[in-house]
């Protein structure tokens, strides 16, 4: 049974930076790409980010790009989300996704996605 395990959520101030976490439980994620979604109050959840299995190609979703970076550290066997110059836009519950056998990329869509996280919540004041 594979698990996603989000840290990293808190309260920031506009402008602020936090920093993401995602620890898969149960394999290695080195295997499979993987996302960040986020889901604000009110609203469906959308994409935010993803980074390929091999961690040579990210997209982002247009609100976010030049502001988050995503990464993934093999060794330690985590994904991260780098988000800086936060808004209160980015207000939101954020989510861990893996793909399983058989994914493509790139992949923005929620159903391209097999595994997730709990999610973790994020919240910048204005």
């Known amino acids: 049974q594979v698990q996603l395990v989000e840290f990293g959520g808190g309260l920031v101030q506009a402008g602020g930076s936090l920093r993401l976490s995602c620890a898969p439980s149960?394999?290695?994620?080195?295997?499979?790409?993987m996302a960040w979604f986020r889901q604000a109050p009110g609203k469906e959840r959308e994409f935010v980010a993803a980074v390929s299995r091999s961690g040579g190609s990210t997209i982002y979703a247009d609100s976010v790009k030049g502001r988050f970076t995503i990464s993934r550290e093999y060794a330690e066997n985590t994904m991260y989300l780098q988000m800086n110059s936060l808004k209160p836009d980015d207000t939101a519950v954020y989510y861990c996704?893996?793909?399983?056998?058989?994914?493509?990329?790139?992949?923005?869509?929620?159903?391209?996605?097999?595994?997730w996280g709990q999610g973790t919540q994020v919240t910048v004041s204005s």
């Open positions: 996704a893996s793909q399983g056998l058989g994914g493509s990329w790139p992949a923005r869509n929620e159903y391209e996605y097999d595994y």
């Open positions: 149960g394999r290695r994620f080195s295997m499979y790409a």
